[in-house]
């Protein structure tokens, strides 16, 4: 079965610092998986996806994750927050064995921007 | 175009009322899939469609049921509401996947529904 553990419930960064959002997912397979950001009483939006191409992903607003199989991580980075970055971060995987029909979302990280 | 659209935005019930969420998307996505969001547990897939006629159960189906008669709209049905269906509802509609993998999805801005 998959499974998708997001390591911090809530994270606090300063303005002009690094993000860290962490990732660990459980697959039997080769999983495909996104990241998605919701902002405060919106919908969510895509910022990147794997899809077992190129194992460091760029995605939209400077934000960037590295899929690290031998770890089963997909840890969601970003160098210096704006405070526009406040938001909740939602890890996503795909079960592939439902033809990724399925989609399994983290519990989500709230991320806080101090300026 | 306008995306996926929800409605309503807000809705308040009694136990045992039956409801309908509306969806419609107008981007001509074959999959479409509604969500609840519940605090601390992320979104959880409650049905879905890939197509006009075919759908299938998710995580949390109980206490729901779907129909999907045009690509466009899937709407989601409570037949008998209860407390613990108190939630924020989203759908979603993607493009079907040509291999492996899944496509982004694009959600809806979300009905928030809360039941007495």
């Known amino acids: 079965a998959q499974s998708v553990t997001q390591l911090d419930s809530h994270v606090s960064v300063s303005e002009g610092t690094p993000v860290l959002l962490r990732c660990n997912y459980s697959?039997?397979?080769?999983?495909?998986l996104f990241w998605y950001v919701q902002h405060p009483n919106k919908g969510l939006q895509l910022l990147l996806k794997?899809?077992?191409?190129?194992?460091l992903v760029k995605g939209i607003n400077g934000f960037e994750a590295e899929f690290k199989k031998s770890e089963t991580s997909f840890h969601l980075t970003k160098p210096s927050a704006h405070m526009s970055d406040a938001a909740e971060y939602f890890c996503?995987?795909?079960?592939?064995?439902?033809?990724?029909?399925?989609?399994?979302f983290g519990a989500g990280t709230r991320l806080f921007v101090k300026a | 175009n306008a995306g996926v659209t929800q409605t309503p935005k807000f809705q308040v019930l009694k136990t045992g009322q039956s409801m309908t969420l509306q969806c419609a998307q107008d981007?001509?996505?074959?999959?479409m899939s509604w969500y609840r969001q519940d605090p601390g547990m992320g979104l959880r897939l409650i049905h879905y469609?890939?197509?006009?006629?075919?759908?299938d159960q998710g995580e949390v189906p109980n206490g729901y049921n779907v129909s999907r008669s045009t690509t466009e709209d899937f709407p989601l049905r409570l037949l008998s509401a209860a407390p613990s269906q108190t939630s924020v509802y989203f759908c979603?509609?993607?493009?079907?996947?040509?291999?492996?993998?899944?496509?982004?999805?694009?959600f809806g801005p979300g009905t928030r529904l809360t039941v007495l």
């Open positions: 979603a509609s993607s493009y079907v996947a040509l291999a492996g993998g899944r496509n982004e999805q694009f």
């Open positions: 697959s039997s397979y080769s999983p495909s």
């Open positions: 794997y899809t077992s191409a190129a194992t």
């Open positions: 996503v995987v795909s079960d592939p064995t439902t033809g990724g029909f399925k989609t399994i």
């Open positions: 981007m001509n996505h074959e999959y």
């Open positions: 469609s890939v197509g006009a006629g075919i759908t």
